[in-house]
């Protein structure tokens, strides 16, 4: 009798979605690594009427987490690896944004907001005096630095300017975040025979590392819990994931 070639190379795409859905199922981008763990709780009743081994055993999963590594350094992953919010920043312009300044040449002066450098930008010292681009000091992408000998002082400056369109990510704000994990797969060792994997409810994680300089492509390594769904109940169901397997 013949076998059946079932060998297996994964890839695809993996999406989340909160818990409660009150967002829309959305994919992650390029991710390199999906694997499942599970920690095992295991009894063990030695045979000691002679000859050794186990009279009896019993095993329970007693706890089941995933790795997911990410390489698109969206603000909505990088929340996810620091438990952090995302919002979205505005362009309304900003006039007279007070900033602390020590007028020492080279100190970098970064703005509240990413500046848009194609726009008009304003800078004036304590005394409302305009000071001189090239003079007092040069723009960078996140501010000002000062120029050695300009005018700008240890009292302060005001900088007007509009800010770019950003998100904004404020880490470790949030914790406890549920989510719905979805993978829509596919078998390369099978010419792209399709799978899903559907996990029902997951928590993320703080990342161990996040690296943000690198002579290589970064990545976000996210951890998560694999939690039991009290909401998936029935006969033969599993309340923590389903895996469709096209044949």
Do not use: W
């Not at 929340?79 to 505005?90: D, I």
């Not at 970098?108 to 005394?127: A, E, G």
């Not at 002082?153 to 990510?169: A, C, E, H, R, W």
């Not at 010419?191 to 976000?220: C, M, T, W, Y």
């Amino acid at each position: 009798m013949s076998t059946v070639d079932r060998s297996f190379i994964g890839a695809g795409s993996i999406h989340i979605q909160p818990h409660d859905q009150s967002a829309p199922l959305l994919p992650i981008g390029n991710v390199s690594e999906f694997t499942f763990s599970f920690e095992e709780d295991r009894k063990e009743l030695k045979n000691y009427l002679g000859g050794g081994g186990n009279r009896n055993v019993i095993s329970r999963v007693s706890g089941i987490t995933a790795s997911v590594v990410a390489h698109d350094f969206t603000a909505s992953n990088i929340s996810l690896a620091l438990r952090g919010t995302v919002n979205q920043g505005n362009t309304t312009a900003i006039t007279d944004e007070p900033l602390v300044s020590h007028g020492v040449a080279n100190e970098l002066i970064p703005f509240k907001r990413l500046p848009d450098l194609n726009q008009s930008i304003t800078v004036k010292d304590s005394l409302d005096t305009t000071l001189i681009l090239g003079d007092d000091y040069e723009l960078t992408q996140s501010g000002i630095k000062v120029i050695d000998g300009g005018g700008i002082d240890n009292q302060g400056i005001k900088v007007s300017y509009t800010p770019l369109s950003t998100n904004m990510v404020q880490a470790l704000v949030e914790s406890g975040r549920e989510f719905v994990l979805f993978m829509e797969g596919l078998n390369d060792a099978q010419e792209g025979l399709p799978f899903n994997i559907r996990v029902h409810r997951v928590k993320f994680s703080p990342v161990q590392n996040l690296g943000f300089i690198s002579d290589d492509f970064a990545n976000i390594p996210l951890q998560l819990d694999v939690l039991s769904d009290p909401t998936i109940t029935g006969q033969g169901l599993s309340p923590f994931m389903q895996l469709d397997l096209a044949q």
